[in-house]
């Protein structure tokens, strides 16, 4: 084995295990205590650790068990094994945290559940956001959608996964007996969702900027001289005047967009101006596309 391949293992080790501490805070810490059951395989623990006291960490494992199975067989060994690897640590971790608090007689957050629920869902898109940014996952229901997306490739995985998490919160409410629990875990998913969504994409995040104008060379000297981004000029034609023109293309972080925005009314009042939102943006100036192989 070369010494960047074994780098690169400890790397991902070291990020599982950070994510298994961070979420271990989140579950011993923030949900569990407030009977918050966070959807996901987790969410099912919690509820069985809530009936049956079983710990969360060692239920989360032997429930991914089965489906790691599965997974080896119509998924590939790659996923697998870096699945296996993450959800062996951070369930282990889930555990190790339990185990800490009750030695030092934390009993976790008492105050108001919503926050609990923000805090809890901040952290666990934390802990999910360093796994995933290493390659890898941390099973339970990931490896459910992207099964049944090879069998029904036309269903979005969102969708699956949503469906899923509402199930569980639906089972949340009848064991806590409450419907704020199922209300506290749909905020505790929903801050999750939107905190992976900011560490994998947020540095990425911007826009993509289209204008039709008469002035195109001065257009894309005015952008790089105040933003120093780069401009791509495409060659277009009116449709009922036959007109030849210039479209200018670039793409923009989010705080350089009004600069841009006034540059091109200064330039030309007449400019046809298109703004995308782009989720995302590889490139020279952007994040490397190599980090994405």
């Known amino acids: 084995m070369d010494s960047k391949k074994i780098q690169r293992i400890a790397v991902d080790v070291l990020f599982d295990v950070m ?11 923030f949900t569990a205590p407030n009977h918050i059951a966070p959807g996901g395989i987790t969410g099912i623990s919690t509820l069985i650790n809530y009936l049956f006291h079983i710990p969360i960490g060692t239920m989360s494992f032997l429930l991914n068990v089965p489906l790691m199975l599965i997974a080896f067989r119509y ?9 296996l690897k993450s959800m062996t640590i951070i369930s282990f971790s889930v555990d190790l945290v339990a185990m800490v608090f ?31 940014l290493r390659g890898s996952t941390t099973g339970g229901l990931d490896i459910v959608s992207r099964l049944l997306k090879k069998k029904f490739p036309h269903i979005s995985i969102g969708h699956l996964l949503f469906a899923a998490d509402f199930c569980v919160l639906s089972i949340s409410v009848l064991v806590y007996g409450n419907i704020e629990s199922g209300l506290y875990g ?6 999750s969702s939107r905190m992976v969504d900011m560490v994998l994409y947020g540095g990425d995040r911007g826009k993509n900027m289209m204008i039709v104008t008469q002035h195109p060379h001065e257009m894309a000297k005015g952008i790089k001289d105040a933003v120093n981004r780069g401009v791509t000029l495409m060659h277009a034609e009116g449709s009922y005047s036959g007109t030849p023109l210039k479209v200018v293309m670039c793409a923009l972080r989010d705080n350089q967009y009004p600069i841009v925005k006034k540059l091109v009314y200064e330039i030309d009042p007449q400019a ?21 192989m």
Do not use: C, W
């Not at 994510?19 to 805070?25: D, E, K, Y």
């Open 102 to 132: 009750g030695a030092l007689g934390i009993s976790g957050y008492q105050g108001d559940r919503i926050l609990a629920g923000l805090m809890g869902g901040v952290m666990t898109g934390l802990a999910l956001s360093l796994v995933f």
């Open 186 to 191: 749909l905020i505790t998913i929903f801050a």
């Open 272 to 292: 046809f101006l298109i703004v995308n939102e782009a989720s995302e943006i590889l490139g020279y100036g952007f994040r490397p596309i190599d980090d994405e």
């Open 75 to 83: 998924l590939g060994k790659s996923f697998s094994v870096h699945t």
């Open 19 to 29: 994510a298994g501490l961070i979420f271990g805070v989140s579950v011993n810490f």
